[in-house]
C-alpha cells in the first residue's frame, strides 16, 4: 500500500499548493514505479499538470512541490528530485518498506482484504454457454476470467455471487433434440440421412447410446431433457476439473415458460413494463424495444409478428430479475463477437430504472492454439472440436488457467501447449509457481540452522538494505496496487503480469542474497522476507484459482 499512502500524501500536498495560488481546481496526476533504467522508487507527473494550471515552468513548480514534501513527509519520502521535464523522483525510507514487510506478515492472506466493501451485492455472470455441446477453449478462456474476477472482488470484500445462465429455450435446443432422435433411430436401424445443420459431434450418439442403454419406450423418452441433463453434466464436470465452481445456475425456462397464475411469464411481464412506460412499442404485429434512446443504432424486436419472443426479450426479463434478487452491480462475461449487443443490453438496463454504470460488460478475445510454433486446427467437418478438456488433461488446470490469464480480454491470444507443458523458467506459470517451492525448500532446510522467531520486532529489517532486497519488498507492497488495478479495469491478467515480475524480483535476490547465511540476525531477515514472498505467491496464484505446489 506505499504507492498509495504516497499519492493520498501528495493529493494533500497538491491540493493545499493550488489553493495558496487560488485555484480550486483538482489535477488528475499519477503515481508510477519507473522505469528499472531510472534510479528511484516512484515517479509523479503532477508539477507537469500543475504547471499548466499555473502557468509556470513544470521544473519551477516541481522545486516547490518539493520542499513541501520535505516539510510535510519527513518519515516516508528520504529524497525527491526532479528529472526530464518535471516529473518528480521519490525515493521512500527504508523503514517505510520494513513497515509494510510487517503488514503483509500480520495480515498474511487478508493483505489489502477491505471488509467495507462487504455491503455491495456483485453477480457475476460467465460462460452460459448453450447446453448443446461440451466447453470448447474459448468457453474456457471466459470460464478463467470470469471465476479470477469473481475471486478478487470477494478477495476486496464484495459481496460476490458467480451464475451460469442456461439458454435451455429456443431453436437450438428444437434442433439439439431432434439431432439425438435422429442418432437413436439410426442406432436402432433406421435409414434416416442426418441433417447437415444439425449437431455433429459424436457426444450425440453417446447420448443416444446411453438412452437405449436405459431401455426406455419411444414414447417415454423426452430427446431435449435427456440431451440437456447430459451435456450439462459434462459441463458442470468439466468446469470443477478446472476449478470453476457456479453459486447458481439459472434456467432460461424459468423466466420464459414458467407462468404466473395470470398465464405470464417474466418475459411476458418484463415487456409489458416497457411497453407502458414508452420505451417498447407495437409496430408490424410485432413488439419494438426503443433502443435508439439510449445509443443503440436502431431499434430492436422484442416479440416477433408470429408471436415468438427474440433472445433479447429473455435478456430484458433476465436482468431485470438480476436487479429484483438485490444485486446492485452485474458483471456479464461475453465472446468478442457479441459487440454489438453491448449498446442493446446497456439500453435495457436504463430503460428498467438502473444506471448503465450498474452494468459492467467485458468482452474477451478468442484464443488460437499453437503447437512447435504451428497453428492447431480447432475443428473439423465432423463437428469435433478442441475442448477445454482436451486442452486440461493435456497440459493441466493451472497451466491452462495462468495462460488465457496472461493478456488481457481483449486481447487476442495465442496459446502455446508445449510451451505450457515444459518444466522451466521459460513457461510463466511454472516460472512463479517455483518461486513458491524454492521459498519452501529454504524454510524446511532452515528449521535446523536458524531460530526464526514468530515476533516480528525483534527482527532486524535494518539488515534487509541491498538493492535486491528493496526491490522485493516494493514488489511485495505493490500487490494492493495490482489489486485495486483488477478492480478498476475489472481484468486479472494484472495479477499474471504482477506474479512473473514478482517471480523475477526473487530469483535477482535469491542470486545475490544468501539466506540461510552464518550471520543469524541477517538470516532471520531474510527468511521473514521470504515469508512475505510466500504469503503474496500463494495469494496471488490463488486469485486466479491457480494451486502453489511447495515441491516441484
Known amino acids: 500500500m506505499i504507492k498509495q499512502k504516497i499519492t493520498t500524501a501528495l493529493n494533500g500536498i497538491i491540493t493545499e499548493y493550488l489553493e495558496s495560488k487560488g485555484i480550486t481546481e483538482s489535477v488528475n496526476f499519477t503515481v508510477e514505479i519507473p522505469p528499472k533504467n531510472i534510479d528511484a522508487d516512484f515517479a509523479t507527473n503532477a508539477a507537469m499538470l500543475i504547471a499548466k494550471k499555473v502557468k509556470t515552468n513544470p521544473k519551477v513548480a516541481a522545486q516547490e512541490i518539493i520542499d513541501v514534501i520535505f516539510k510535510k513527509l519527513p518519515n516516508l519520502i528520504e529524497k525527491a528530485e526532479i528529472a526530464g521535464a518535471g516529473f518528480i523522483n521519490l525515493h521512500v525510507k527504508n523503514n517505510v518498506l520494513y513497515t509494510e514487510l510487517k503488514v503483509i506478515l500480520k495480515e498474511r492472506k487478508k493483505y489489502g482484504n477491505m471488509a467495507a466493501n462487504n455491503k455491495e451485492k456483485f453477480l457475476v455472470e460467465f460462460v452460459s454457454a448453450n447446453p448443446t455441446g461440451p466447453l470448447h477453449i474459448g468457453h474456457g478462456r471466459g470460464a478463467a476470467i470470469g471465476d479470477s474476477i469473481s475471486r478478487i472482488l470477494k478477495y476486496l470484500g464484495y459481496n460476490v455471487s458467480k451464475e451460469y445462465y442456461l439458454n435451455d429455450v429456443g431453436n437450438q435446443m428444437l434442433v439439439l433434440a431432434n439431432s439425438v432422435e435422429i442418432r437413436y433411430k439410426q442406432l436402432k436401424g433406421e435409414k434416416i440421412e442426418f441433417p447437415a445443420d444439425h449437431y455433429q459431434g459424436d457426444y450425440i450418439v453417446n447420448i443416444a447410446k446411453r438412452i437405449i442403454a436405459e431401455g426406455k419406450s419411444f414414447e417415454e423418452i423426452d430427446f431435449r431433457r435427456e440431451a440437456v441433463k447430459d ?47 414508452g420505451d417498447a412499442y407495437e409496430k408490424d404485429d410485432a413488439l ?16 416477433r409478428s408470429d408471436g415468438r419472443y427474440t433472445y433479447l426479450a429473455s435478456d430484458v426479463a433476465y436482468h431485470k430479475n438480476k436487479f429484483e434478487r438485490g444485486f446492485q452491480k452485474l458483471v456479464n462475461l461475453w465472446g468478442a463477437d457479441h459487440h454489438g449487443y453491448v449498446a442493446r443490453i446497456q439500453a435495457c438496463v436504463q430503460m428498467l430504472g438502473f444506471s448503465k454504470e450498474n452494468l459492467d460488460i467485458i468482452l474477451y478475445q478468442l484464443v488460437s492454439l499453437v503447437r512447435d510454433g504451428q497453428p492447431v486446427a480447432m475443428s473439423t467437418r465432423s463437428g469435433e472440436f478442441t475442448t477445454l478438456k482436451s486442452v486440461v488433461d493435456e497440459v493441466g488446470k ?45 524454510f524446511k532446510e532452515s528449521k535446523n540452522r536458524v531460530d526464526l522467531t514468530n515476533d516480528n520486532e525483534k527482527v532486524n529489517f535494518d539488515l534487509l538494505n541491498s538493492k535486491e532486497e528493496r526491490a522485493l519488498i516494493k514488489q511485495l507492497a505493490a500487490f494492493c496496487d495490482t489489486l485495486a488495478l483488477s478492480e478498476k479495469t475489472m481484468s486479472p491478467h494484472h495479477f499474471t503480469v504482477y506474479l512473473i515480475e514478482l517471480a523475477d524480483s526473487y530469483h535477482k535476490f535469491y542470486e545475490k542474497c544468501r539466506v540461510l547465511t552464518d550471520d543469524s540476525a541477517l538470516a532471520c531477515a531474510r527468511l521473514k522476507l521470504i515469508e512475505g514472498v510466500m504469503i503474496i505467491i500463494q495469494t496471488g496464484l490463488g486469485l486466479l484459482g491457480i494451486s502453489s505446489p511447495d515441491k516441484m
Open 288 to 303: 419494438w424495444l426503443a433502443s435508439t434512446k439510449f445509443g443503440d443504432d436502431k431499434d430492436r424486436v422484442l416479440k
Open 398 to 442: 493451472d497451466a491452462c488457467r495462468f495462460f488465457f490469464l496472461l493478456r488481457a480480454p481483449d486481447s487476442q491470444l495465442e496459446f502455446d501447449l508445449e510451451l505450457a507443458k515444459k518444466q522451466s523458467s521459460e513457461n510463466p506459470v511454472f516460472y512463479v509457481q517455483y518461486v513458491n517451492a524454492r521459498c519452501s525448500s529454504i
Open 231 to 277: 451435456i450439462l453434466k459434462t459441463i458442470e464436470e468439466d468446469l470443477k476439473d478446472f476449478a470453476v465452481e457456479f453459486d447458481n445456475w439459472f434456467s432460461e425456462t424459468k423466466i420464459a415458460s414458467v407462468k404466473d397464475k395470470e398465464g405470464k411469464s417474466e418475459v411476458d411481464k418484463a415487456c409489458q413494463y416497457l411497453l407502458k412506460k
